[in-house]
């Protein structure tokens, strides 16, 4: 009887180092890895567009040129067509080629929430039924598919001259007084864009050699064109180089900051100065610069 105690004992320590060793050994499978989290914001690579910023699950994020000012002016029934993306900036991960610091949460006028990129809120199009659809470019000339990397944009918003006028950008790319919105090129950040119209083809006229120039009408430094809005041909762009500079031209045309703009999203106090069509914005409606 001792000898079956022992016998059994024996037998249950052998099969406990087994039952061990199999539970070691996972019976020979790779255990399965965690998922990885996805980032809330992704670069997507788009067949049209090339990279496109999405949502995690892959959906389109786009930017309303009215939203030029980085106020979201989307809302009622434009709110229905064109949902808000939003996620809280403590739980907000990205793609690794974005910068964390180009995001931030701004209020629209119910009170709620709504996510932005370099200022420009961010929206879904309601008719973007699956990931990857782009179905919202171009919408009314005015909606954008999100990209990481325009070197311009377009704000649809009202002209308002340092004089205190109210002006417009009329079809023939002239300046006039009137009320209403004009489309017209920002920066990536909604800074506008003004020509100087004295330069020539390729050509600053106005930037002089001790920089005083440059603080009153700032060149737009820019090394490289990289992607611009549907409706603007890249080609229409290039890179000159002004006093060991590079600036950027659209159609020939120098680009410029105002100084007294201040660096404000949206101000363009810049089109009356010093009287109207002399620092005019751009558009596709703007002529090629005359040759040198």
Known sequence: ???FKKSMVAMLLIAT???SCSNDDNDGVTPTPPPVPQKTVKVASNTTFGAIMTDSTGKTLYFFSNDAQGIPTCKDGCAAVWPTFYVEESALTVDSSLNKADFTTVTRPDGTKQTAYKGWPLYYYAQDAAAGEVKGDN????WFVAKPDYSVMV???QLHGNDGTDYVLNNTGVIAAGTGTSKYLVDD???TLYKFSNDKAGTNNFTNNDDTHNAIWPIYEISEVKNVPTGFNKADFAIITVLGKKQITYKGWPMYYFG???KVRGANKGVSVPAPNVW??????TAAAPQP
Do not use: C, E, K, S
Not at 139 to 142: A, D, E, L, S
Not at 280 to 285: L, M
């Open 189 to 191: 950040r909604g800074l």
């Open 139 to 142: 919408v009314g000339t005015i």
């Open 155 to 157: 704000a649809n918003f």
């Open 1 to 3: 009887m001792h000898l």
């Open 280 to 285: 005019p914005v751009f558009y596709t409606t």
């Open 17 to 19: 180092v087994a039952t």
């Open 260 to 262: 007294q703009d201040a």
